[in-house]
Nanobody, 121 residues
């Protein structure tokens, strides 16, 4: 049973920083891609950043220069470091992972439960 467990959300003042973490638990898979999406009230879910094995990370324009994404393959964990946060970054942040399973040769997307990030003074 695969699960994505997120942590690190919270309330921060404008200009502050937060680091989100997401760990994929389970076995018999390798991670193809892992990243973060967000959804603000009344808006559609949008990509924030994604890291593909062996490739350069991809960022939304709104995240470039402020956010960094990294992965610890040994821990099946992805991190999103968010700096210079703005009120418009307020949203529920969701972890996403595309996993490739060894014995069935299939791939599947998984989502975390979401973690709230609120940027407000």
């Amino acid at each position: 049973q695969v699960q994505l467990e997120e942590s690190g959300g919270g309330l921060v003042q404008p200009g502050g920083s937060l680091r989100l973490s997401c760990t994929a638990s389970g076995s018999n898979f390798r991670i193809n891609t892992m990243g973060w999406y967000r959804q603000a009230p009344g808006k559609e879910r949008e990509l924030v950043a994604v890291i593909i094995s062996g490739s350069v990370p991809t960022f939304a324009d709104s995240a470039k220069g402020r956010f960094t994404i990294s992965r610890d393959n040994a821990k099946n964990t992805v991190y999103l470091q968010m700096n210079s946060l703005k009120p418009e970054d307020t949203a529920v942040y969701y972890c996403n992972a595309n996993l490739r399973f060894f014995y069935t040769y299939t791939s599947r997307d998984y989502w975390g439960q979401g973690t709230q990030v609120t940027v407000s003074s």
